[in-house]
């Protein structure tokens, strides 16, 4: 049971709650309000929805699906006698996973402020149309009010212990990152950047340019890092901030360039834009030389076996991309790896051999992904690659050659035989939803019909 600061607190407070002494006024809570549950919980969502901050986080759909019959049963708990300590512990940790799944998708916690009021405004009218004397009227508001404000305190304080484990996490994700995989992305990175202006210039020198064509810098190696990777890493030095408006700044003068009606005409101007663009491109490779230098004295961090991302950070990077997708539409996918019966292989050759096969997996997963994209141990033989900014229709076609990838690669063993590893791949696209671990758990489903389905074969997550 994950526990808050203020634990026992809560216990304390609950207990005195839910008491013997109150069976009678909670059990008449629950006949007063029970009825109106579901009615409650689509007043209380139809309140939401209206609210120009809750639509990012809040859709019609999700209400009527999932929401309304979750928040239904939430309702009709809170009426519910718990007096053994182990029910108290229940409650508080449900209350606690509500506060979990907030702070995955991000959510204001003013608005779920603002939601316990109208929730406690409208069960407090059934309760004032319900016939009772004064005096009960007043028990039974002040037993409701006890009732929401402890379990919108302990959604809050979960909510926050989840915030400064994020926040602390993050930094700890950037202050992790091997050095050598900074020089060696850095130095891709500055391949990318001069092979783009190569494209680029190669196409404006066209007679017959089709704007089609020109690749753009956002969707180039370069472009994914910075946005993806580089935001991460990057988060808090002025090196990002001018690598971003680079991106925008290159993009402009592309844009230009194709704008002049005739470039033989116009050549001095065409010239300065072309111009303009190198000195742009120059400065940026300094900086990222500079800025690689200035980080190689990070240590590792990684997981130590296969050097990919430890899992702890993948809260971190699933939350930037959620973000993302969320303001930008830009999707991002998810593919689950386990390779294929691996605890035999360690029972046959031995546990050395098996760190070893790990090892040079990991190396080829790594090499088989863009310079935007993670890749990471998520636990024993399972690996997770986050694959940033792509098309739905893309995401078969990339588990596909990356499956193919590794079941034709060659591994060696301590003693020089060769043998081959295979994978089953579970995949899923982010779908708009704001808890990146709802797609998490979709890849996850994939990756179990992938095993059942025969193993070294990709599925795909498909939504009803």
């Known amino acids: 049971m994950n526990h808050l600061p203020l634990q026992s607190t809560y216990e304390t407070e609950l207990s005195t709650i839910y008491c013997v002494e109150n069976t009678d006024n909670l059990r008449l809570l629950s006949e007063i309000i029970g009825p109106h549950a579901e009615t409650v919980a689509k007043m209380f969502y139809r309140v939401m929805l209206k609210n120009e901050f809750s639509v990012v986080f809040l859709t019609n759909e999700m209400v009527e699906s999932r929401l309304t019959g979750s928040m239904t049963a939430w309702i009709n708990e809170l009426f519910v006698q718990h007096i053994a300590p182990v029910d108290i512990e229940k409650l508080i940790q449900r209350q606690v996973e509500v506060g979990h799944v907030h702070a995955r998708i991000d959510l204001p916690m003013s608005l779920v402020n603002y939601g316990m009021r109208t929730l406690k405004s409208t069960m407090s009218t059934y ?111 002025p090196e990002l901030s001018l690598l971003m408006e680079f991106i925008s700044d290159a993009s402009e003068l592309v844009d230009q360039l194709l704008d002049l009606e005739d470039r033989s005409q116009d050549s001095i101007r065409f010239n300065q834009l072309i111009e303009t663009l190198n000195n742009h491109v120059t400065k940026v490779v300094w900086v990222l030389g500079d800025t690689a230098k200035e980080m190689l004295d990070i240590d590792s961090g990684r997981d130590s076996l296969t050097h990919l991302f430890n899992r702890r950070y993948l809260s971190t990077v699933l939350h930037h991309e959620t973000e993302v997708s969320l303001k930008t539409g830009m999707r991002y996918g998810i593919l689950y790896l386990d390779i294929d019966h691996f605890k035999v292989f360690n029972d046959t050759h031995g546990h050395e051999n098996g760190d070893i096969i790990l090892q040079q997996f990991a190396a080829k997963l790594s090499q088989s992904v863009r310079t935007g994209d993670f890749v990471f141990r998520y636990g024993g033989e399972e690996f997770l690659i986050v694959l940033a900014d792509i098309e739905e229709s893309l995401l078969p076609v990339i588990a596909e050659k990356v499956r193919t990838l590794l079941s034709n690669a060659e591994f060696k063993l301590i003693n020089d035989d060769v043998i081959t590893v295979t994978a089953s791949i579970g995949a899923a696209i982010h779908d708009g939803h704001p808890d990146y671990q709802r797609t998490i758990s979709n890849a996850d489903k994939a990756l179990y019909n992938a095993k059942e389905n025969g193993r070294n074969r990709v599925e795909i997550f498909q939504r009803d």
């Not at 926040?167 to 020089?183: H, P």
Request: proline share 1%; charged share 20%; aromatic share 6%.
């Open 127 to 237: 309760i004032l149309e319900a016939g009772l004397t004064a005096e009960q009227q007043g028990d039974l508001l002040i037993l409701l009010n006890s009732i929401v404000d402890n379990m919108t305190a302990l959604i809050n304080d979960s909510y926050l212990t989840d915030l400064v484990i994020s926040e602390n996490t993050a930094q700890a994700f950037r202050l992790n990152v091997s050095s050598q995989s900074i020089a060696f992305d850095f130095e891709r990175l500055r391949t990318s950047l001069l092979d783009w202006v190569r494209q680029v210039l190669t196409k404006l020198h066209e007679e017959n340019v089709d704007r089609a064509t020109i690749p753009t810098i956002r969707h180039s190696d370069f472009g994914l890092w910075i946005t993806h990777k580089g935001a991460l890493i990057l988060t808090g030095k």
